[in-house]
Nanobody, 117 residues
Framework: QEQVVESGGGLVEAGGSLRLSCVAS????????MAWFRQAPGKEREFVAR????????NYADSVKGRFTIDKDSAENTVFLDMKTLKPGDTAIYYCNAKPLFGREYWGKGTLVTVSS
């Protein structure tokens, strides 16, 4: 059964860093791209970053450009989100999205990131 699992969230002070991980399984699942979204309290879910699992091309939301980096291990169907210079406004549940070459996309249950001021 396909599933997506995030990890790495936690509490960090403003200016600090965190690294999130996301694994899509089974490993045989052929992915086109994986992405991170986030949802802050009282707000809608928003796009953060995406990476093409074949070419490695990336794109980011303007709000995180220069601070967040998305990377991948295609062989393991894993993506990472390195978050630096975190701000209280980055506080949210971070969700991973996996989009296969064929068929429907999958979502993880999320990992909470809390940035204290």
């Amino acid at each position: 059964q396909e599933q997506v699992v995030e990890s790495g969230g936690g509490l960090v002070e403003a200016g600090g860093s965190l690294r999130l991980s996301c694994v899509a399984s089974p490993r045989s699942l052929s992915l086109h791209d994986m992405a991170w979204f986030r949802q802050a309290p009282g707000k809608e879910r928003e796009f953060v970053a995406r990476i093409n699992m074949i070419s490695g091309s990336t794109n980011y939301a303007d709000s995180v450009k220069g601070r967040f980096t998305i990377d991948k291990d295609s062989a393991e169907n894993t993506v990472f989100l390195d978050m630096k210079t975190l701000k209280p406004g980055d506080t949210a549940i971070y969700y991973c999205n996996a989009k296969p070459l064929f068929g429907r996309e999958y979502w993880g249950k999320g990992t909470l990131v809390t940035v204290s001021s």
